[in-house]
């Protein structure tokens, strides 16, 4: 009897459908294979994820072709995506689509080939140079062969008096080959490094390095939680420990947010590695879909056996995985604002855990889920308490601008941080200052009757930029012009409230008038060489003052910078999110890692109007696990993560009450599944009620049984039709509440 292949095509339905295998295809027919497959009046492409064993009864359209050499996805990532789906609770086509990268599956993916001229002797014959003599352009197009080596038709066809044609004669000729060659499309070609060596490590070095190596060699490795303060050198750990993978033979994965990989960050990397010949590969957002695409081909063929990457390289289709860093794990980029919701760091533990191999995740910071299950011993605590080379932490000085008498201009920058900034650039040294707010001025508020302007489409203040002379909406790109007076009472001038970083910088252009300023967000910063281009800058000491948003915050390590000022701490605090206080706590110690990386001891100014807050003094005292035991207490009290599990449905539409109704209609459907240790709140409207004109509402579940609700969720989202104009998304442990 004919095999039988169960295949998922690439449409979003959340099924597998079982199709006979012919015979002469037997051979060829692997798990995860792309093959091409009758669906309805159809052909869809799909890949192969199981081989039932129990005879299917009826008759079986077979499988029509299959389009991959050998096993397109790797088995490890199938079982990946199987998981996701049961516990994202989303169609196994969503998770097998975030998991195989949208270059590798396109219609036309493949290397790029190009025409490539080579010669094929060193001399011309005298003969052939004598018929060439009128050929001006042939025998131009030879001396600069001669010269400068083989090349691309393409590019050599522009040299000035050497045609396309001309080169098409050589070959005519036989002094050149022309042939069809891969390109491949590498996003380091020109970015060569000079090789680095290992440094000594300190005692807490060498013992983090061998527990992770204990790990590595442990039959069932458990997760290394590596809590370094920041500077401790966690980088050189994450290097040692996969240079002993590659000796073993095997291949290492790197994930960093995608904010932190910078090319100072890949260069570590590479630099390290360049002598190994063992190929480094980079997966991130930036990539063309060409680069992407030969990158993940690099990988899956083995050329590359280091891969850095941002969030979706967790599924890099290495063999042999040896270890899986994933560094700043508490960051929240890490987690996928798309169906099915994946949180990277989540995956990485889950890939870890299949492949049997040593998952490390570390962070100066550690999210409380990952500090409460080394707590409760499930994952392995390992401490880098020192800054490397006796580094100091900064000294960090809280500025209370709260004003002291009525009707005083709120601080923008206090003076301590003016004369501190001063210092710094009479002893040529440099000054990061922060601010986690884009724009000039963030708000438009009446100050005679309070009025704030909203965004017609969503129910969120706008932003003025002064550049543009505009007013903006960060969440749906609205802008408009700014008005004279207040629209409600007719006051003028209209006051601006809050702060942006174009503000402060120009703040700081007028106390510092011959300082070299530069300012980063993600407003002057499109595309990643002005980004590139700025750092390196900064770092060559082309800059002395850095004012940015918290992309400037992490992983940056810059030795001269030996202060840093944070304009305005509390902003943070105010979003309605049960993890506020845990984020601002993570961001004032992310930056005042940028102070004192040198050998000069750091300062850090932050500035606030709840000087006494608990994530602003334990950031103070750098007390992180001071902050994390009072931090999972309050979390215990009141039910939240890491104790208890979030699951967040949210409905959009420009109906209100259609929404609404919808909404409602889904959670008595929920309500009926009995679901154990569930406590279910909602419909409510959300935090920010209206984006892009749609309303939105949302139902929380809370539980205590994760694993046994997703599984039962999942049934009433699968292949089910909601009304046209209704979107509902199901987010299980959403970082993003608003
Ligand atoms: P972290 O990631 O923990 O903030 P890094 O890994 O960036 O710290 O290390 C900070 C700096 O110290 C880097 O320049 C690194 O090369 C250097 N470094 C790391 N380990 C050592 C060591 N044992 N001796 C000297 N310098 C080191
Ligand atoms: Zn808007």
Same mark, same amino acid.
């Given at each position: 009897m004919a095999r039988i292949a169960r295949v998922v095509p690439e449409?979003?339905?959340?099924r597998a459908f079982d199709y006979a295998i012919p015979e002469a295809l037997d051979a060829q027919v692997t798990l995860g294979a792309k093959v091409r497959v009758p669906f309805k009046s159809r052909q869809l492409v799909g890949y192969v994820v199981e081989f039932p064993k129990e005879p299917f009864a009826g008759s079986l359209k077979p499988i029509?072709?299959?389009?991959?050499?050998? $096993?397109?996805?790797p088995a490890i990532l199938i079982d990946l995506a199987q998981w996701m789906a049961q516990y994202y609770a989303a169609p196994l086509t969503v998770a097998l689509m975030s998991v195989l990268p949208k270059a590798v599956r396109r219609?036309? /993916? $493949?290397f790029k080939q190009r025409l490539w001229v080579e010669p094929l002797t060193d001399v011309l014959p005298e003969e052939t140079a004598a018929a060439m003599k009128k050929a001006r352009a042939q025998l131009a197009a030879w001396e600069h062969l001669r010269q400068n080596g083989p090349g691309w038709l393409a590019d050599l066809g522009q040299? =000035?008096?050497?045609?396309a044609a001309a080169w098409r004669g050589l070959a005519e000729r036989n002094l050149v080959s022309i042939q069809a060659r891969t390109q491949d499309r590498d996003p380091f070609l020109h970015a060569p490094v000079a090789e680095s060596t290992p440094h000594e490590m300190n005692p807490e070095q060498l013992a983090a390095l061998s527990a992770i190596r204990e790990e590595m060699d442990a039959e069932k490795p458990r997760v290394v939680l590596l809590r370094g303060v920041t500077g401790s050198g966690k980088t050189e750990v994450y290097l040692q420990a996969i240079a002993r993978v590659l000796s073993l033979g095997k291949s290492a994965l790197v994930l960093v947010p995608e904010i932190a990989l910078t090319p100072q960050t890949v260069e570590h990397f590479r630099a390290r590695f360049?002598?190994?010949?063992?190929g480094v590969a980079v997966l991130h957002s930036h990539l063309s879909s060409g680069e992407r695409h030969d990158q993940w081909q690099h990988i899956r063929a083995g050329r590359a056996r280091i891969v850095i990457g941002a969030?979706? $390289?967790?599924?890099? =289709? #290495?063999?042999?995985?040896g270890i899986i860093v994933v560094d700043e +794990?508490? +960051?929240?980029?890490? @987690?996928?604002? +798309?169906?099915?919701?994946?949180?990277a760091r989540d995956v990485a533990v889950m890939r870890g855990h299949l492949e049997r191999v040593a998952v490390v995740l570390g962070s100066a910071t550690p999210s409380l889920e990952s500090y409460h299950h080394a707590k409760e011993g499930k994952y392995r605590l390992v401490e880098l308490l020192q800054r490397v080379e006796e580094g100091q932490m900064p000294v960090t000085h809280i500025l209370?601008?709260?004003?002291? @008498?009525?009707g005083d201009a709120p601080v923008l920058v206090a003076p301590r941080l003016i004369e501190a900034i001063q210092a710094r650039l009479d002893r040529q040294e440099q000054a990061i200052i922060f601010l986690n707010r884009r724009g000039y001025s963030s708000s438009l508020q009446c100050p005679?009757?309070?009025?704030v302007e909203m965004c017609p489409n969503c129910s969120v203040a706008l932003t003025f930029h002064r550049q543009a002379g505009k007013l903006r909406c960060h969440l749906c790109d609205f802008s408009s012009g700014v008005p004279q007076?207040?629209?409600?009472?007719?006051? $003028?001038p209209y006051k601006y409230a809050g702060s942006g970083t174009e503000k402060v910088e120009h703040a700081l252009v007028e106390a510092f008038p011959t300082a070299r300023i530069a300012r980063m967000d993600s407003d002057n910063m499109r595309g990643k060489d002005a980004y590139a281009k700025t750092l390196g800058d900064f770092a060559e000491g082309k800059i002395d003052l850095l004012v940015g948003t918290?992309?400037? /915050?992490?992983?940056l390590h810059f030795p001269r910078v030996t202060c840093v000022g944070v304009i305005n701490a509390d902003l943070a605090l105010q979003? =309605?999110?049960?993890?506020a206080g845990e984020r601002v706590f993570q961001l004032l110690m992310q930056v005042s890692g940028?102070?004192?990386?040198?050998?000069v001891r750091g300062e850090v100014f932050v500035q606030t109007r709840?000087?006494?807050h608990p994530s602003i003094q334990f950031a103070r005292h750098h007390d992180y696990t001071g902050f994390a035991e009072q931090e999972l207490e309050f979390r215990r009290s009141l039910h939240y993560p890491p104790y208890e599990r979030f699951v967040l449905v949210t409905a959009r539409g420009r109906n209100e009450e259609k929404t609404l109704y919808v909404l409602e209609q889904l959670a008595k459907e929920i309500g009926k599944?009995? #679901?154990?240790?569930t406590e279910i709140t909602g419909p409510s409207p959300a935090?920010?009620?209206?984006?892009e004109e749609r309303y939105r509402f949302q139902v929380f579940l809370r539980t205590r049984r994760i694993m046994a609700v997703t599984p039962r969720l999942r049934p009433l989202f699968m292949d089910r039709a909601w009304p046209d104009d209704i979107r509902i998304t199901l987010d299980v442990d959403p970082v993003d509440l608003l």
């Open positions: 449409v979003s339905l959340d029509l072709e299959v389009l991959s050499a050998r $096993a397109f996805l219609a036309d /993916a $493949a040299i =000035p008096g050497c045609s360049i002598g190994r010949k063992v969030r979706s $390289a967790v599924f890099a =289709p #290495l063999d042999d995985l +794990e508490h +960051e929240h980029s890490y @987690k996928q604002e +798309e169906s099915p919701h994946y949180h209370d601008i709260r004003s002291t @008498k009525k005679q009757c309070g009025q007076a207040c629209p409600q009472c007719g006051f $003028a918290q992309m400037i /915050a992490k992983g979003i =309605p999110d049960f993890r940028r102070s004192g990386r040198g050998q709840v000087p006494f599944l009995n #679901l154990p240790e935090p920010i009620a209206r984006i």
